[in-house]
């Protein structure tokens, strides 16, 4: 491994706190931080010698960036939208962490590179949960993409290591050093994507071509980012489809591209959650084409009809580019990171792509109008689904990821209503774990009726699994670092003794559970995502972190895999 050199990126836009920004929502004074993590947490910027490189791809890169940086900074300084006045500089992190914060380039790399301090107690109880993880992985599926930790075997879906390489930066932000080392052998010797396999363009762009970015950015070792830029261009003929949209699978051996056997839809989130990884890839590659196919697609969604008040349909035709089952909104699966994905382009890129911006807060106005509800008796905020005009009380859990999206934009400067509901959803959130075992199911009900004698949240049969979903300790994550409210962390805390109670098998390895209403036998499904250990472990430490320069928001964004990426150099 490469030893760190200090970041070459200028230090990111900080933000500016504004008290006003919260009206009745006082953040409360965050405890004194103590800097915690791993050593060399460092943001790498595109290596200008490095063999990779394409002068003149860079040249016509930059002529082309200085232009539209021109036009921009012209338009940048008030976005509105329907009367919501939006200063981009502006942000929402509590004043303690201003006085705190970094001021420039210098500073900035000073704080990064300092030497972790030991993990508090809860953060050795995520280390212990992901050493014993790792060790059922490391014994029955070394290698593999998932464990099968009550059969002790695994499963593969690409044949990638997928869980291996979606937990490099897991174990770089958790200090495991030894198992990183060893991670990491397997990548320089045994990863090779020049295999006759069919990927799903989606799912292998935020596992693995996003973790392969942040291991590099993290630990500074070129061979992530010459495996990412292999992988990158095993992905590309996916976009070459009649409209433009990607098919949702691409054979990364034979270039060969393909939508499902039974349609030739793709799915929108799918479509539309690759950008930030692709702009990277361009970014530090100099390539421009990653970032042109998948800049593309935004455009293309971005000009659809069909939307409704901002929210979009969950397909998507790749030959003729239009949205197909139109009616149907919702922020569950198939439609749940177009949301996020908006936001987060808008602050990797700087804040300056206000289109995306603006897509980004009509979507949150189409929720608020069409999909907003309170359960009864207890009020609880959810966020339903609208089939052809009528609504149903159904949220998947999936959609937990929106508090801590709405609170992410709070912190970069989006409106204060945004965190009141961001905090209204996180309560409901973790009501869905609260009244179960202490873990969510798949997919819940709420109760609209108030003179009935039902709970607020209601489970069907067929949705009680848990499998393992990082979105509730995400939001948690967000809501921690913006607020600084202790009972956020509180609240991971117990989920994840749940998990340990539940879902942790003896023999190593975590499994996703059938029933989350039945203590007594929870029913292993034996199946370990590769997300718990990319995402939901990874969340829960930095939740417990009291050091917001740990991984922070205003220098990094995180993908919809938890894989932080760094936040472009202000123009
Ligand atoms: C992950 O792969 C990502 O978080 C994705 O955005 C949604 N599904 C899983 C986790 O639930």
Known sequence: ????????????????????????????????????????????????????????????????????????????????????????????????????????????????????????????????????????????????????????????????????????????????????????????????????????????????????????????????????????????????????????????????????????????????????????????????????????????????????????????????????????????????SYYEYLLKQWIQGGKKETQLLEDYIAGIEGIKRHLLHKSEPRKLTFVGELTHGRFSAKMDHLVCFLPGTLALGAHHGLPAEHMELAQALMDTCYQMNRQMTGLSPEIVHFNLYPQTTQKDVQVKPADRHNLLRPETVESLFYLYRCTGDRKYQDWGWEILQSFNTYTRVPSGGFSSISNVQDPRNPQPRDKMESFFLGETLKYLYLLFSDDPDLLSLDTYVFNTEAHPLPIWAPA
């Not at 931080?33 to 791809?57: C, E, T, V, Y």
């Not at 006045?85 to 942000?91: L, N, S």
């Not at 995520?126 to 029955?140: C, D, L, Q």
């Not at 990638?160 to 937990?167: F, H």
């Open 1 to 336: 491994m490469r030893p760190a050199k200090p970041p070459v990126l200028p230090a990111p836009q900080k933000a500016d706190a504004k008290a006003e920004h919260f009206p009745g929502v006082l953040p409360q004074k965050p405890p004194r931080h103590f800097r915690r993590g791993p050593p060399n947490l460092q943001i790498r910027a595109p290596d200008k010698g490095s063999k990779d490189m394409r002068q003149g791809d860079t040249q016509r890169r930059e002529e082309a960036e200085g232009g539209a940086r021109q036009k921009e900074n012209a338009q940048r300084t008030i976005v509105s939208w329907r009367g919501a006045v939006i200063e981009p500089e502006q942000g929402t992190e509590g004043p303690s962490r201003k006085a705190d914060a970094p001021t420039g380039p210098a500073l900035q790399a000073t704080r990064i590179q300092n030497q972790p301090g030991s993990p508090n107690g809860r953060q050795k109880a995520v280390i212990e949960a992901f050493r014993h993880a790792w060790t059922g992985y490391r014994k029955f599926a070394w290698g593999h993409d998932e464990l099968k930790p009550v059969s002790r075997s695994f499963s593969e879906c690409f044949g990638l290591g997928l869980t291996l390489i979606d937990a490099l930066d897991t174990m770089w932000i958790l200090n495991l050093k030894k198992e990183f080392k060893e991670a990491r052998t397997w990548v320089s010797k045994k990863l090779v994507f020049q295999k006759d396999v069919d990927v799903n363009l989606f799912e292998s762009t935020i596992r693995i071509l996003g973790g392969l970015l942040s291991a590099y950015h993290l630990s500074g070792d070129h061979l992530f980012l010459e495996k990412a830029e292999d992988f990158g261009n095993r992905l590309l003929p996916a976009f070459q489809t009649p409209s433009k949209i990607p098919y949702s699978d691409v054979n990364i051996g034979t270039g060969v591209a393909h939508p499902p056997r039974w349609t030739s839809d793709s799915t929108v989130a799918e479509v539309t959650s690759i950008q930030l990884e692709f702009r990277e890839l361009s970014r530090l590659t100099g390539v421009k084409k990653f970032q042109e196919a998948a800049e593309e697609v935004t455009r293309h969604v971005h000009s659809l009809s069909g939307k409704k008040d901002g929210l979009v349909p969950m397909f998507i035709n790749t030959h003729t580019g239009l949205f197909t089952h139109t009616g149907v909104f919702t922020l569950g699966a198939r439609a749940d």
